[in-house]
């Protein structure tokens, strides 16, 4: 299948047919991404990681992605002490590692500065996080393990569940699954729900929402249970948190409810939204989610770099 | 100049000019602010008719302005575009229409109104323009090319009054 996508911006630039282009590649990268024996996949090949805001995993993640495939990395160590200190624009910054590199992965506090970065940069970009916007990358490993887990995306019934309304992890989800499902549940305490014109969006493509906080009632009919982390900081007072908090916590009690094929997947890093118990259940997929994280970027990087070279 | 009451009629007929612009079909409520977005305050010493609330066949009601001496741009034209997207414009010379222009709101636009989005990547870097694609004509909606979010026709009328 050809895959003539020049950049990773948003997930909503990519069509189905590219996602599982994305997903099948990966599937590939498996072995590779074990280690063991070397890739030579992208020798003499350089990745340029730049992140104006602090990652760990991302970051980590596509350098090891590039390591793994035979390929080099060069980032910026700091941001905040390079020129962008001194004032240069992200336009000239991009134009810049261009000339050092064959690909730019960036993160940056904006929204809109992968999509404007790309404009300006010959190389491929892949955004890695702009603000509260778009984190592709990591809604394609969230696919990735839900298909790999469950053998398929369709017709399953998947769940988000938590901070609804300020995870972009979740949004960028909610609009991907639905592509090949045909409703989404939603369990989110008060305040924190999808944003009403996503509710809409999906509504639009004939998509049923159903916004629950009945969370035990549904989990016997769910395969899929995306769960975000409640941060402290969305609530007027530290007693609200508490009241909310313990309302959505997964256990070993809970899951007694679920079908044994359900899968639990959280973006991390999590607090105690699931009990350390559920971890050693078959249900627990987040630490997959890891590692899928890396095969998922091996793939993208592999398809960017053939596709230019096409 | 005010406009004339004809007797025992309901309707105002407003003065003709010589030489300038007609701006018709303003939706309701709007003519003020079109006269802010063009910078007419009235003390140019120009001829300025404004009618508000007339009625009006295809807007069932519409604001109405007449500016002597001034021929609108097409940068103008596109301005009152996203406060009053149904407004023909009538470009008058001689007392005569030399020609007509319905405004026609592009699907996308460029520059005019910046991102609502304070994060938003053209709020802060040098050398972007704004870029929107419109997503609803009337009132007119923009989502921002950039970020995606959506500024609201309150929004843009804000920012075309200089109110943001």
């Known amino acids: 299948m050809t895959f003539n996508v020049k950049n990773i911006i948003s997930i909503a630039d990519l069509a189905d047919k590219d996602i599982l282009t994305i997903l099948d590649r990966a599937d590939k990268m498996e072995r590779l991404a074990r280690g063991g024996k070397q890739s030579r996949l992208l020798e003499g090949r350089i990745l340029a990681t730049l992140f104006y805001e602090p990652s760990t995993r991302t970051r980590l993640s596509f350098e090891s992605a590039m390591l793994r495939l035979g390929g080099s990395t060069v980032s910026v160590a700091q941001v905040g002490s390079s020129s962008v200190a001194k004032g240069e624009s992200l336009a000239d910054t991009i134009r810049t590692v261009e000339s050092y590199s064959d690909i730019i992965v960036l993160r940056h506090p904006q929204e809109g500065a992968a999509q404007w970065a790309a404009e300006v940069a010959s190389v491929p970009i892949i955004n890695a996080g702009d603000g509260a916007g778009r984190h592709p990358t990591q809604t394609l490993l969230d696919l990735a393990t839900i298909r790999k887990s469950q053998g398929k995306l369709e017709g399953l019934n998947v769940a988000v569940l938590g901070d609804l309304r300020f995870g972009r992890t979740v949004h960028s989800l909610s609009y991907a699954i639905t592509r090949f499902t045909d409703k989404l549940y939603c369990v989110a305490p008060e305040g924190l729900e999808l944003p009403p014109e996503i509710v809409m969006d999906l509504q639009g493509q004939d998509k049923e929402v159903i916004q629950t906080g009945d969370l035990q009632g549904i989990l016997p009919n769910l395969d899929v249970l995306y769960v975000t982390r409640i941060q402290k900081e969305r609530f007027p007072s530290p007693a609200d948190y508490e009241r909310v908090r313990g309302q959505y916590v997964i256990d070993l009690s809970l899951l007694e409810h679920a079908k044994p094929t359900l899968d639990i997947l959280h973006p991390l890093p999590r607090v105690d939204e699931i009990a350390p118990a559920v971890d050693k259940t078959p249900h627990a997929r987040y630490f997959t989610q890891v590692f899928n994280g890396l095969v998922v970027r091996m793939a993208v990087l592999d398809l960017l770099m053939e596709a230019q070279k096409a | ?164």
């Open chain 2, 1 to 164: 100049m005010t406009p004339k009451a004809s007797e025992g009629s309901r309707e105002l007929s407003v003065q003709k000019i010589k030489d300038g612009t007609v701006i018709d079909h303003i939706s309701a409520g709007y003519a003020l602010a079109v006269l802010q977005i063009l910078g007419i305050t009235g003390r140019e010493g120009d001829i300025l008719l404004v009618a508000m609330n007339m009625h009006s066949k295809r807007l069932d009601k519409k604001d109405l302005i007449k500016i002597e001496g001034r021929e609108l741009t097409t940068e103008e034209i596109n301005r009152i575009a996203l406060v009053a997207p149904k407004a023909t414009i009538n470009i008058i010379r001689s007392f005569k229409v030399h020609h007509k222009q319905r405004i026609k709101i592009p699907d996308e636009i460029e520059g005019i109104v910046n991102c609502a989005n304070p994060s938003c990547i053209t709020n802060n870097e040098r050398g972007i323009t704004s870029s929107f694609t419109v997503t609803q004509r009337n009132p007119v909606t923009l989502r921002c090319t950039y970020c995606k979010q959506i500024t609201s026709h309150n929004q843009i009328i804000d920012q075309l009054l200089g109110k943001s």
